[in-house]
C-alpha cells in the first residue's frame, strides 16, 4: 500500500516537473521570439491560438517585438481600449516611437481624418530634414486649428505636444492641398515660402525629404488600413 502511495507521490511530482519544464521552455522562447511569425509558432504549438477569440488573436498578431515595449509603453496600453491597443501595438511595431509620442497620435485619430502612414513616414524623416519650428508652425496655423492644439496639449510632454502640433500641421496642409503629397510633404517640411523657392532652383518638388517619405511609407501602410477600420469607421458611425 504504501509502495503505492510512494509511487503515485513520485508520478505526480514528475508530472509537475514535466509541466513546469514545458512551461520555462515555452516561456524562453516566448521572449527570445523577433517578429509575429514566431510568437504566433509558440502559442500554435501550445494549442492557444485555437481556442482565442477573434479579437485576442488580433491583438496578439499585431504584438511587437517583445524587447521594445518598456514600463512606460505598459502603463500606456492598461488604460487604452482594444482596438487602440492593437493600433499601439502596430505604431510601435513599425515606428519604435515613444509611448507620449504614440498617445498624440492615437488622439489624433480620434479627431482627425488623416493619412496616417504619410504623416507618420514624414515624423520618422523630419528626423532627418526637418527645417521648420514649432513656433513657425503655431505662427501660421488658423485660429481653429490653434485651438485644437490649446485644447488638447495642456500638462503633456514635450514628445506630446510635439507630434500633436505637427500632426494638426499636417492636417491643416491636406486640408490646403488635398491628395497633392509632393506639396503637403515639401511644406510640412521646409514651409510654404522655402517649397516655392527650392521649385524656382531645381524645378521639381522631388526633393531629398519627399523622396525619402515615399521610401518609406509601405512601412505604415498597416497602421493607416487599421485606421481605417477600426478607428475611424468607429469614430464616424
Avoid at 497620435?105 to 523630419?126: F, G, V, W
Avoid at 491636406?174 to 506639396?183: A, H, L, V
Wanted: charge should be neutral; include cysteine.
Amino acid at each position: 500500500m504504501k509502495s503505492n502511495e510512494n509511487k503515485m507521490g513520485i508520478s505526480v511530482v514528475l508530472g509537475i516537473l514535466m509541466v513546469a519544464l514545458l512551461t520555462t521552455s515555452s516561456f524562453i522562447l516566448f521572449l527570445q521570439f523577433e517578429g509575429d511569425e514566431k510568437l504566433m509558432y509558440t502559442l500554435n504549438s501550445l494549442g492557444i491560438i485555437k481556442s482565442m477569440d477573434k479579437k485576442f488573436k488580433e491583438e496578439i498578431e499585431g504584438f511587437p517585438y517583445i524587447s521594445i515595449i518598456s514600463n512606460v509603453d505598459k502603463n500606456k496600453i492598461d488604460n487604452l481600449e482594444h482596438n487602440e491597443k492593437v493600433m499601439y501595438y502596430k505604431i510601435k511595431k513599425h515606428s519604435h516611437l515613444k509611448a507620449d509620442e504614440i498617445q498624440a497620435i492615437l488622439d489624433l485619430m480620434k479627431e482627425l481624418e488623416l493619412r496616417y502612414d504619410y504623416y507618420i513616414s514624414a515624423m520618422k524623416t523630419e528626423d532627418y530634414w526637418g527645417l521648420i519650428s514649432y513656433e513657425y508652425i503655431y505662427s501660421i496655423l488658423p485660429d481653429e486649428y490653434k485651438q485644437l492644439i490649446n485644447k488638447n496639449i495642456q500638462g503633456k510632454s514635450h514628445e506630446y505636444k510635439e507630434v500633436y502640433t505637427n500632426g494638426i500641421y499636417f492636417y491643416y496642409l491636406t486640408n490646403i492641398y488635398k491628395d497633392d503629397y509632393k506639396m503637403i510633404l515639401n511644406d510640412y517640411n521646409m514651409g510654404h515660402f522655402e517649397t516655392k523657392e527650392y521649385y524656382r532652383r531645381n524645378n521639381s518638388f522631388n526633393s531629398k525629404f519627399y523622396i525619402q517619405c515615399m521610401n518609406n511609407i509601405d512601412l505604415y501602410k498597416d497602421i493607416n488600413r487599421y485606421y481605417i477600420k477600426s478607428i475611424k469607421n468607429k469614430r464616424d458611425i
